[in-house]
């Protein structure tokens, strides 16, 4: 059954999940059903819209006729990305052995995830990190089509492609450039298969899980606008021949839109080379918003932690008497937790004082967003559901908010929709509901 779409600017949330948190954490034991299971533990919390990041934009994770699956090449290129790094290597081995696991079981991962999504009634969009760079240098050849067309990538210096894709490693980007035709094209194939063969509500253009977009953003920005663009006039297309009212389109995009966050301003942010505006993304979110081509915008940091935020009221700006939904994106790490903070964790359950530290903030922060104009609240690495699943490898203890950290997580997920509720749940000094504890 198909998930019916509230308005623009009544998602209330939306979760990126990426394309592999809960393949690595199914280790050499998951299975199928265990991979459910960790769906289940997110969409309990009923998000608004579910954001499976499929693929980078090439390399999927759904079986394809125009590119090829996440997993073909995973083993050599994590070889390359980090030589000498067993443990590396292992993880990409586990999680290709899965992927081959599920393709036995005759299914696949997004077809997996709109199945969960619609037993849940919510909405499942497919999500795509643009230019994704996740094994640096090397991610290009994860696509027998980068790897065909090497030249393709994105020249590192902006007035100086290399005239050969023999030219030192360090010339090149990680990433193809969509101001070559070709490519521009192959992308463009890539979200017309997925829109056409799956159940889905939308697609989600992720723009900020890396940092260059296009050759010379400055001078290219519209390719990047024509391809939302086309992709709108797709989607709107596909919703048409389906019988569906419509289709969304979101963008994940830079968290302000000419000058970059200021690390005095917004400390925790991380490198400010990670998160340079939108204006040098390449991305002209002005012209997107005013011309109705997308539905959400959730603007975002690339990896902050607390008390870092975007800045929401330039974008809540942009949108006012627009049919377009504001979701700045809040991430679950404060600068105090972890292998970056004096306390390195993990929070369990009984960790009373700091349970109710990560709550106070985490709330506080949920609540300054809608402050600034937000329609509702996106996330980004949130990985609640690994812990609550207890999957067989828990691979990201690191972070350092532990199982209780994990139950407080999914149980705000429940309540960011609503400031009310959140502003409640803030002013109660219980952790959690009582049928919970």
């Not at 109660?428 to 504890?437: I, K, V």
Request: proline residues 8%; aromatic residues 10%.
């Amino acid at each position: 059954m198909t998930a019916t779409l509230p308005d623009n600017r009544r998602l209330g949330t939306i979760f990126n999940n990426d394309i592999n948190n809960i393949i690595l954490g199914m280790g050499t034991t998951g299975t199928v059903d265990t991979y459910r299971q960790a769906l289940d533990a997110i969409l309990a919390a009923q998000p608004g819209v579910f954001a499976q990041n499929v693929g980078l934009p090439e390399a999927l994770l759904y079986p394809t006729d125009v590119d090829n699956m996440f997993d073909k090449h995973l083993v050599e290129v994590a070889k390359q990305a980090w030589p000498g790094r067993k443990q590396a290597v292992a993880n990409a081995e586990s999680q290709a052995a899965f992927l081959r696991q599920v393709r036995a079981a005759g299914t696949d991962l997004l077809t997996v995830t709109v199945e969960a999504c619609r037993q849940r009634s919510v909405p499942v969009v497919a999500g795509y990190r643009m230019n994704a760079e996740d094994w640096y240098g090397h991610t290009y050849r994860l696509s027998d089509f980068g790897r065909t067309h090497p030249e393709w990538r994105i020249p590192l210096d902006p007035e100086s492609r290399p005239s050969s894709a023999d030219a030192p490693p360090e010339r090149w980007a990680g990433c193809l450039d969509p101001a070559i035709p070709a490519v521009f094209a192959h992308r463009l194939a890539i979200f017309t298969e997925v829109a056409d063969r799956y159940d889905i509500d939308g697609i989600e253009f992720d723009f900020r899980r890396w940092c260059r977009m296009i050759s010379s953003p400055r001078r290219n920005y519209a390719i990047l606008t024509r391809l939302v663009a086309v992709t709108r006039a797709m989607l709107d297309e596909t919703a048409r021949r389906k019988g569906r009212a419509r289709l969304l389109l979101g963008v994940r995009v830079g968290a302000a839109l000419k000058t970059p966050p200021s690390a005095a301003a917004f400390p925790g942010i991380g490198s400010l080379q990670s998160n340079p505006s939108c204006q040098d993304l390449g991305l002209d979110v002005r012209t997107w918003i005013e011309l109705g081509l997308v539905d959400y915008v959730c603007p975002t940091l690339f990896w902050p932690r607390w008390p870092g935020l975007p800045h929401t009221g330039e974008f809540a700006a942009l949108a006012q008497d627009k049919d377009v939904g504001i979701y700045p994106t809040l991430f679950p790490l404060p600068a105090w937790l972890g292998e970056a903070g004096p306390f390195q964790g993990p929070i369990n359950p009984t960790d009373e004082p700091e349970l109710q530290r990560y709550k106070r903030e985490l709330c506080e922060l949920a609540l300054r967003l809608y402050a600034d104009g937000a329609d509702g609240v996106s996330t980004f690495n949130w990985y609640f559901h690994l812990y609550l699943a207890q999957v067989p490898r828990q691979w990201q203890t690191y972070y350092g908010y532990g199982a209780g950290g994990a139950r407080l997580q999914q149980h705000v997920l429940s309540l960011l929709r609503d400031p009310a509720a959140i502003r409640d749940y803030l002013d109660s000094p219980a952790l959690w509901p009582t049928e919970a504890s």
